[in-house]
């Protein structure tokens, strides 16, 4: 991605607004990335509503050497263009206390929602290998899985 392209891509992202993350310590809401270098990951994924006219959209963003993951509930207008309906920050990470790095960032369609996985690296926890993140279908519904190993 281009950083024209991502300027503009996160510059559309900013304008649509979120729900903070509710967990300890600070939170840090969807407007915290004002750089484009700090978003690192965007992906559609899925669709949402009865009649399928909405789709998820991943957005990843990298700040102080932790990952930061919002889900949107993405609907597009009569022009075409997307526009966000609703957006999520994952509680279990969004925080300054979490320290969880994300990579190998999957996303894939469900009947009820989308299942985003990743390999994840703890600040904490050293037996913290991958986390599951089910989302939908209700908007800001989800359900966060760490995986450990023994």
Not at 67 to 73: A, G, R
Request: aromatic residues 8%; contains cysteine.
């Amino acid at each position: 991605m281009t950083k024209t392209t991502a300027a503009t891509l996160l510059a559309a992202l900013l304008a649509f607004g979120s729900n903070g993350a509710q967990a300890l310590g600070a939170d840090y809401s969807y407007e915290t990335f004002k750089t484009p270098d700090a978003v690192s990951w965007v992906q559609l994924c899925g669709t949402w509503g009865k009649d399928h006219q909405g789709t998820y959209r991943v957005v990843h963003a990298d700040q102080y050497a932790q990952s930061f993951l919002y889900v949107q509930w993405m609907t597009r207008d009569a022009n075409g263009s997307l526009h966000a309906e609703h957006t999520v920050a994952i509680a279990e990470l969004d925080n300054d206390h979490a320290e969880i790095a994300l990579s190998d960032i999957t996303c894939r369609s469900t009947p009820r929602g989308i299942v985003v996985t990743a390999k994840a690296d703890s600040g904490h926890d050293d037996k913290l290998r991958r986390v599951t993140i089910e989302v939908g279908p209700a908007p800001g519904q989800y359900r966060f899985r760490p995986q450990r190993t023994r």
